[in-house]
């Protein structure tokens, strides 16, 4: 039986301790970044490069507290690190995906002074669209953020307009499982640029920056198995 909106709205409120009913927005003409961070000298230093560029920016200084100013602002995109005292970055992911799916086209992005790929790929499984690691380039920062606004949602299952062909399906499941180009393509019995070219027409296709977000995105829409 399907909660009404006054009863998901009351779910949300009990989890955050805040009123939903009379949070108001924030009004801005500008795009509202939300930056959650436990480290306040990173947050000020984000927050003021990231106005200078014309961004109105809300700061958050763990992912409880964010996930409260969220509901209440609104933002256009959310930047979190991981590693934060009373909930992670990926607990505040999965927290804004089980109590507010409304929210589920807000770009998420992770701050991370992390390069497990383990971490990474547990990021992209969540729904993040995108990894920064620190120390931050604010002008790879500011490119990022302009592209996730102008409309690349997170990643979702694949339309009928990105459909891979058998060969695309094969190198990427491969490369999913750690296999270079090279062994991929012994393994395919064609040449390593062709693998290259597959794998490069697979990423274009789902929509993703990397290899990795393909074969993750691939992997969320059931054409391979890792």
Request: charged content about 25%; aromatic content about 6%; glycine content about 4%.
């Amino acid at each position: 039986m399907q909660k009404s909106s006054h009863a998901l709205a009351q779910t949300e409120s009990e989890f955050l301790g805040v009123n939903l009913l009379t949070a108001k927005p924030v009004h801005d003409a500008r795009q509202t970044v939300l930056c959650i961070e436990d480290d306040q000298e990173t947050a000020a230093l984000i927050a003021e490069e990231l106005e200078s560029r014309g961004f109105a920016v809300i700061v958050a200084n763990n992912g409880q507290q964010g996930l409260s100013l969220l509901l209440k602002s609104q933002p256009d995109i959310i930047l979190s690190d991981i590693n934060m005292p009373f909930m992670s970055g990926f607990e505040v992911l999965e927290n804004l995906t089980a109590i507010a799916p409304r929210y589920s086209k807000v770009p998420f992005i992770f701050l991370t002074a992390l390069s497990d790929r383990q971490d990474e790929l547990k990021g992209w499984s969540l729904g993040a669209d995108d990894y920064v690691t620190k120390p931050i380039d604010f002008d790879l920062l500011h490119a990022i953020i302009n592209a996730r606004i102008k409309g690349v949602a997170r990643m979702s299952v694949c339309s009928e307009q990105c459909k891979l062909n058998d060969r695309e399906i094969e190198a990427l499941m491969w490369a999913a499982r750690g296999k270079t180009s090279e062994e991929v393509a012994m393994i395919l019995d064609i040449a390593e640029r062709t693998v290259n070219f597959h794998l490069n027409n697979a990423r274009n296709k789902l929509g993703v920056a990397t290899r990795i977000q393909a074969a993750v995105k691939a992997t969320i829409a059931g054409y391979i198995e890792p």
